[in-house]
């Protein structure tokens, strides 16, 4: 039998190829490589649809966060509050931005940013809390601007995970400034590096794209320095044909993650939960394996499935203290429990709008063996 990828992205390129062909033979007559119409489209219509009124593409998610903590006011000697399990760029573009990463725990069971940790952590030198929506879900962007309310301190949100879902009703960005990535894997994938920032406010959008273009709006003029980081017009196409999909492709992930939740039931593994309020998009469907402190069980079945032809993975191995990078933050080993448990524990599994229900079928018979060699 063919193997089952964790992502398939070759499945999603037959949906919108025709569309995606078509586009580029706008892109190449017009010679519109960097920014141009597909991009100014693209902007406006992802705007649209995440209900945010402003929206700049940039060239990669990680870019897209550096450029939204810099125009909040981020540089030397600034404090940032962020989670201990996310991706290596959340971090990185803290540092990049001339900031300092003040790391918190996770909640144990939604694996979101703990709130409490954030809003103890707040310094006189903090100026912004970075929440990843991680996997899919929201974290509580309402609660932390409620604690932080008459503080100096503003909330930047990381949405490269969580394309289309909402928090009673409420997309990222809806009331300050996300920034999020559209690489390939994403639920809103490019065919390359892509990203953008969404803003409620026009002024922090303005502050992005100047940034974002060497610091000026018209060619020789440069009002501050900003860096080289926009979106090209082939990516547009790629994303304006997969934007119009995207809220199907959404709800057939959410499908998938409920039969994997009746697969799953009866196996000795933590299944994933979606918080209260939380519309769930699914990016990852990660599973808990328990074992005896160290990642040895985990790796076992993880390794167990891949021979067995199932493409599971980990989201992420390695919390952002115990990486070598960012070792001299000082953050001693147990700092944050429950973001290096989960670092040990989790399980990705396939999943993907096309996936199949006897491909997850397949999945949980692999994994159910695994879990008793």
């Known amino acids: 039998m063919p193997n089952i990828p964790l992502v398939d992205l070759a499945a999603a390129h037959v949906e919108v190829a025709e569309e995606v062909e078509a586009g580029f033979k706008r892109v190449i007559a017009d010679t519109a490589f960097v920014g141009g119409a597909e991009v100014a489209a693209f902007e406006r219509e992802y705007a649209a649809f995440t209900g945010v009124p402003h929206c700049v593409g940039v060239a990669n998610g990680t870019d897209a966060i550096e450029l939204a903590l810099r125009a909040i006011g981020v540089g030397p000697g600034a404090e940032v509050i962020l989670p201990a399990n996310t991706f290596i760029a959340t971090a990185e573009a803290v540092a990049r931005a001339g900031g300092r990463p003040v790391l918190v725990d996770c909640d144990p069971a939604s694996y979101l940013i703990d709130v409490d940790a954030a809003l103890a952590a707040v310094t006189p030198a903090t100026r912004a809390v970075l929440p990843v929506h991680l996997y899919g879900q929201l974290a509580d962007v309402a609660r932390l601007r409620a604690g932080l309310a008459g503080r100096d301190v503003a909330v930047v949100e990381d949405a490269a995970q969580c394309q289309g879902a909402t ?30 920032v969404v803003a409620a ?69 933590v299944r994933p939960v979606t918080v209260d309020g939380n519309e769930h998009v699914w990016h990852i469907y990660c599973v808990r394996i328990a074992g005896d402190g160290t990642p040895a069980r985990r790796d076992a079945v993880l390794a167990r499935l891949n021979a067995a032809g199932v493409g599971a993975g980990i989201h992420y191995p390695v919390p952002v203290h115990r990486t070598g990078a960012f070792a001299d933050l000082g953050y001693p080993a147990g700092a944050f429990p429950h973001a290096e448990r989960a670092a040990d524990e989790l399980l990705s599994l396939p999943i993907y709008p096309q996936i199949t229900p006897a491909q997850q079928a397949r999945v949980a018979e692999a994994l159910a063996a695994a879990l008793t060699d």
């Open 201 to 269: 406010d026009a002024g922090l959008a303005t502050t992005v794209r100047t940034l974002g273009s060497h610091g000026g709006l018209t060619k020789y003029a440069h009002d501050i320095v900003g860096v080289n980081s926009r979106l090209d017009g082939l990516q547009a196409v790629v994303l304006r044909a997969k934007l119009g999909r995207l809220a199907d492709w959404n709800a057939a992930r959410r499908a998938a993650a409920a039969r994997y939740d009746e697969l799953l039931a009866s196996l000795d593994v």
């Open 167 to 196: 928090r009673h009703g409420r997309q990222a960005g809806a009331d300050g400034i996300a920034a999020t990535s559209f690489y390939p894997g994403k639920n809103l994938g490019a065919y390359g590096d892509a990203g953008a």
